[in-house]
Each structure stands twice: as C-alpha cells, then as structure tokens.
C-alpha cells in the first residue's frame, strides 16, 4: 500500500461522535511516550499529522483521520501516565473501552510497546482485557533503531515467553521504528489484507 493522503478529521470523547462507519477503521493505542505520534507520522508519510510532545499523556481525545479516502485511523489516548489526575484516567479509561468495545466498524487496535524495556504488567493487562473482550490487536514493537540486532531478538523472545505463560496462541506482531522506518511495510500489508475482508463484509 502506498500513501497518497491522510489528513486530519474530528477529535471527541465519544465514540458516537466519530465519522461515519461506512470505512474500515484502525486504532493506535499504547502507553504514554511510547512514540505513538512519531510512527503514524512515519506510516503517513507526513511529519506532522499527528502531534508529537516531549509530555506523556498530551493526546486526551479519539483523533481521527482519513488515509487514502478509503479507511480511518484512530489516535487513542496513551494508558498509564501516573501524573495525569486520577478523574482523567478514569476518564480516559472509560472513553477507550467505550470506543474498543462499540465502533462498529473498528477491524482491529495496534497496540504499541517500547521494544527497550521487560514485558510492563499495563500492557499485558490490556492485551488480557482485549482477548476477554474479543477484541483483535496487532502488537506494534516501536524503537527498535534503538537496539542492536541480537538485543532486539532477546526482547521479543522475552515477550514471546511471557506471552506463552497465559496464552496458548501469540498475537501477531510488527517490530518498527519511526526512525529507520522499519516495519512500515508490513503494516501498511496487514491494513491492505484486512480491508479486503472489511469489503466482503459489505458484499
């Protein structure tokens, strides 16, 4: 898949509030300063699409945009920011499992992970949370330019372990960097892939 265009459409807290349903939709989600902003800059092609900041816990709503005029990209808050008030998690929280759980036409959420650190008990949490919801996610491994190679395959074989400890099966998996732009494109294939079956359903 090529990019041609991605341009930025509504922000809002509710989910019922977001553009039509009539596309396939994908969402970005991981922890604070995972580098969220920087890789949909990098998938896009277009530096400041979305909002980059050296303060964790800056995107407080759904951000939506438009890629190619054939399917939505959705912008979630990042989890887990200790230094945001407790009201605005609990917010953030409800606003994200109200939008996982009832966009209609949500195919699947990437779900970002700092290759650089040990299996964090929040994101295990959250994929525990999508599998009991049956919710599909795609873990999305971000900064791996700042590993070397032999370092880089002992993180994910750390995950995979981990993983394995509560699951039969592995989520599939992408490892990228904003940086080198690896992993771009067997994103943009998996999105390719699934949009196809998003047309099916239609048919």
Known sequence: MQISSATFLISNTDYKKGPKTNMPEYAFIGRSNVGKSSLINMITDMKGLAKTSQTPGKTQT???FLVNEQWYLADLPGYGYAKVR???????????????KNRR???LTFQLIDIRLEPQKIDLDFMGWMAENGL???ILFTKADKL?????????????TKLLEFWEELPPFIITSAVSHAGKEDLLAYVDETNLLFQKELM
């Open 62 to 64: 759904v951000n939506h």
């Open 86 to 100: 407790k009201t605005i998690r609990e917010t953030f929280s409800k606003m994200i499992t109200d939008y996982l």
């Open 136 to 138: 599909p996610f795609v």
């Open 105 to 107: 036409n949500l195919m």
């Open 148 to 160: 070397g190679k032999n370092k880089l395959i002992c993180q994910v074989d750390n995950y995979k």
